[in-house]
């Protein structure tokens, strides 16, 4: 017996009507919003993850699925999403098409992180990146196409908090104010803040351990230290989501765990599903293009955590839509009558009716308990009788009422009833 991975999952047939919805439901959002589907590969150059998403964070350091291939070149399972977007965007030439240039993707990522409820190391995204506006209303934009997604699900208790973090400018005077801040308590702090003070400041404020945290809690904040651009930017979001009446907090804490950010950062929270709740996150990352070989490009995107989304609705007791139960089940008495079934069944099916037949060669009393299993509408038994009839009786299994159908009337007599 083999064992799936630590931190992986399977979806099961009778789970995997929820994943579709979920899917389905990004579809649906993204095309309100007239942003188109993009796939990357599963693993890419080691390179671009180093570069892209940065070498002092976590996801780089101590959580990436790296290895050599057959002919010796460094390869990453891709962690997240964004960083392989750009370099579709910056490889395929998508820099010289009309801007911006929207584009959504669903996919895999692998992080080796500590698994627990909320926390895969193979966890599943619906991310959006806008590419080539810098203009307030495209964070407001991708704010609002991730709200609606939430919304559409029919999630409620979710928090929206949003921070503005920056831009080169003003950040190197915050990471300076940081660091004076810090300095008294280094001896206080954890071994990776020690480490994190010298390569990354803006990261001391996302620490987990409790003597970092209350150290952290006294910090400045960076909402004090924006640049004339980057607080008028800021304002002008927050304008916008408020005439949208999107509801937000404005968390001065949020750093993100990635680095490639600037100005604009926001996450989704939800307390309904313990320590991991952050159901969504993202935000500006104005300097990422031309970081990783593109012309300076402002950009946008987030991505939400499907895993977490569907333990939360799961959590939260929000419907899912039932997914599609066959409507008419034929089971066959003999041989002869199995083979009428297979061939109404297919018949039907041309007709888009969702048809299934006995493919066990089983009794009758079997072939009605798989029927009732898969919660068909209708029933009909063909025998003997029936081939020389060249009718049978269809059973509605809601009311338990029957009617003889001649075999070509089938499908007439399914259309106003399903
Ligand atoms: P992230 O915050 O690292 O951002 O991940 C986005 C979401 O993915 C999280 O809010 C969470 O719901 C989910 N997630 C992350 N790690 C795990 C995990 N180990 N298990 C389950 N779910 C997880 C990014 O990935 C950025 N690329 C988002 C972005 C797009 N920013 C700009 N564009």
Redesign the pocket.
């Given at each position: 017996m083999y064992n799936k991975p630590k931190g992986t999952r399977d979806v099961l047939p009778d789970q995997s009507y929820k994943w579709q919805y979920i899917e389905c439901v990004a579809r649906e959002v993204a095309a309100l919003y007239g942003i188109s589907e993009i796939r990357t590969p599963t693993f890419e150059y080691t390179e671009l993850f180093r570069r892209g998403v940065g070498e002092t964070t976590d996801v780089v350091n101590k959580e990436m699925y790296t290895f050599e291939d057959k002919g010796g070149r460094s390869i990453t399972l891709k962690p997240?999403?964004?960083a392989g977007a750009v370099r579709l965007f910056v490889e395929n030439g998508l820099e010289s098409c009309p801007m911006p240039v929207k584009t959504y993707y669903i996919t895999s990522?692998f992080?080796y992180?500590r698994p627990q409820a909320?926390?895969?190391r193979e966890?599943h995204?619906f991310?959006v990146?806008i590419f080539g506006a810098q203009s307030p209303e495209t964070d407001a934009e991708a704010i609002s196409a991730a709200s609606a997604f939430i919304e559409r699900l029919k999630i409620k208790d979710v928090r929206l908090e949003i921070n503005s973090i920056g831009c080169k400018t003003c950040r190197a005077e915050y990471n300076a104010a940081l660091k004076r801040y810090f300095r008294p308590h280094l001896d206080k702090l954890c071994a990776n803040c020690r480490t994190r003070y010298e390569t990354n400041p803006l990261r001391l404020l996302d620490c987990k351990e409790e003597d970092c945290k209350r150290i952290a809690a006294e910090a400045p904040s960076i909402l004090d230290y924006l640049c004339d651009d980057c607080k008028t930017h800021f304002a002008a979001v927050k304008q916008l989501l408020d005439e949208e009446g999107i509801n937000y907090v404005v968390n001065p804490r949020i750093v993100?765990?990635?680095d490639y950010y600037t100005k604009t950062v926001f996450?989704f929270v939800s307390s309904a599903i313990g320590a991991?709740g952050?159901?969504?996150?993202?935000?500006r990352?104005d300097g990422l293009v031309s970081e990783i070989g593109g012309a300076p490009t402002p950009a946008i995107?987030?991505?939400?955590?499907l895993?977490?989304l569907l333990l939360l609705m799961e959590a939260t007791g929000v419907e899912i839509p039932p997914r599609g139960v066959t409507q008419i089940y034929f089971a066959g008495m003999d041989a002869e009558s199995r083979k009428k079934a297979f061939s109404l069944a297919c018949g039907l099916r041309k007709h888009g009716i969702r048809a299934e037949c006995d493919l066990m060669e089983r009794s009758l009393k079997s072939q009605m308990k798989y029927a009732d299993k898969t919660g068909a509408k209708f029933v009909a038994v063909i025998g003997g009788d029936e081939l020389a009839k060249g009718e049978t009786n269809i059973k509605n299994m809601a009311d338990g009422t029957s009617s003889a159908v001649k075999f070509g009337e089938i499908y007439k007599y399914l259309s106003t009833r399903l």
């Open positions: 997240e999403g964004t990522a992080r992180e909320g926390r895969l966890l995204q991310g990146e993100r765990g990635l996450e991991q952050a159901v969504c996150g993202g935000g990352y995107g987030f991505a939400a955590g895993d977490r």
